[in-house]
């Protein structure tokens, strides 16, 4: 007899500024777009992003936070509960590398204490023209302490599934399965309330 599949849920943050990169990463490996027709009100996208770890169905709901100010209040609502983060940054532009800690700290007090936290460095493929060197990741790792790095890039497809899937391997080793797996029947039950709305 074979044993019924266990399914984990949760919700993790994308930040970082505008234009690095965050949209395009996340499309790339989304397996299912969700609740996407409050993305221009609110300035938030939703992804969803499904894969198996050790016969566990994962499911990751991304939300891809928006910049503008006028959105401060609801980035903090969306935070809420969120249980891992990415924090991306361009590598040709240092100042997006700079503001890692202001994004961070912009959300802090609304992540899990024990949420994975993973430095993102896009647009892998204009290594050519980088401003962010290995010395600099490694200050940011003594002042943030964030759990892993990965160099990534949307246009030629790298490091992106890595970086999704290390992320679902430590949020299930961090997390307790009650946890995880009864957020993955209420999300089942809103997504079914979701279908029969729209039906
Ligand atoms: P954001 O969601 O963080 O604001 P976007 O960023 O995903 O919208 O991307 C911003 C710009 O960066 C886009 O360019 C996009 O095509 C480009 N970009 C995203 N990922 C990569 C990558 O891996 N490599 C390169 N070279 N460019 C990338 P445009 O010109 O469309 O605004
Ligand atoms: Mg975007």
Same mark, same amino acid.
């Given at each position: ?7 984990? @849920? ?22 299912? $777009?969700? @609740? ?6 609110? /300035?938030?996208?939703?992804? =969803?992003?499904? @894969? ?33 983060? @990415? ?11 700079? #503001?890692? $800690? ?7 007090? #609304? ?6 936290? +993973? ?12 401003? =962010? ?17 990965? $160099? ?8 992106? #599934?890595?970086? +999704?899937?290390?992320? /679902? ?19 089942? +039950? ?5 279908? /029969?709305?729209?039906?």
């Amino acid at each position: 007899m074979s044993a019924a599949i266990k399914e984990a @849920f949760f919700k993790v943050l994308v930040v970082g500024d505008g234009a690095v990169g965050k949209t395009s990463m996340c499309t790339q490996i989304t397996t299912q $777009e969700f @609740f996407s027709d409050y993305n221009l009100t609110v /300035g938030c996208d939703f992804f =969803i992003k499904r @894969f198996y770890v050790n016969n566990i169905s994962v499911t990751l709901q991304l939300f891809d936070i928006g910049g503008q100010d006028q959105f401060e209040k609801l980035r903090k609502a969306f935070a809420g509960g969120a249980k891992g983060i @990415f924090l991306t940054f361009d590598i040709t532009r240092r100042d997006s590398f700079y #503001n890692l $800690e202001q994004w961070y700290e912009s959300v802090k007090d #609304n992540l899990d204490f024990r949420a994975p936290m +993973f430095l993102i460095a896009t647009k892998k493929d204009l290594r050519k023209s980088a401003e =962010i060197w290995s010395e600099d990741i490694t200050s940011f790792q003594e002042k943030l302490a964030f759990d892993a790095y990965f $160099e990534t890039s949307a246009y030629i497809g790298e490091g992106i #599934n890595e970086a +999704f899937e290390a992320m /679902g391997k430590m949020l299930l080793s961090r997390f307790d399965e009650n946890e995880y797996s009864k957020e993955a029947q209420k999300m089942k +039950f809103l997504e079914g309330a979701q279908r /029969g709305v729209r039906s």
